[in-house]
């Protein structure tokens, strides 16, 4: 049986950017299953704030300080992770070296205050059924926040390396994208946490 070449197609890129990649899609539908679980995690607040006339139970308010600036700081972070993300499509590993150690920078005060946000806590996870989904809420978005942070590092020492070309700046790209997903899924939690209780 005879072979015949339709089309040479050894000059096409290897990698690419955004959702032409099947890993976007892989992340995409993380962030689906994520946002999904912390819906459920906001409906559990709302339904037992709905059944508990005096909301929080047994509690003051929480405190604003750390939570306010970890939420400032969150949404600072997006610009120079946007900036990353485009100088990861333009391949500048200059700045994709640079823009990745203040994401790790950023990402470890990040996860500082976020300790402090909650040493400041009035109330124990087993206190109560408000204690308990106070903290399975933080609990659940510091997990996310502390395994993008470690992603983050991993990728900027891979930028440092002999590795640091073609496909690693899709996965420079890809971070980014999973970055703004924990960056914009804390305001509502936020808002809800600490603000609602005081409306």
Known sequence: MEYRAVSDVSELPTYAFGSRVTMWWGTLAFCV??????????????????????????????DLFWSTAHTMLMIVSLLPNRLVQQAARREDLIKVRLLLVVMVAIGIVLAGFRVMEIAALHVRWDENAYGSILWM???????????????????????????????RFSDVDDNAFYWDFVALSWLPIYLLLYWGPRL
């Not at 995690?41 to 308010?61: D, F, Q, R, T």
């Not at 609990?139 to 496909?167: N, P, Q, S």
């Open 33 to 62: 299953l994520e946002g999904t679980g912390f819906a459920l995690g906001i409906a559990a607040y709302l339904y037992l704030a709905y059944l508990n006339p005096e909301w929080p139970l047994s509690a003051p308010h929480p």
């Open 137 to 167: 809420l933080l609990g659940l978005h510091t997990v996310h926040l502390v395994t993008d942070v470690v992603d983050t590092f991993v990728v900027a020492v891979l930028m440092f390396t002999r590795h640091a070309f073609g496909k």
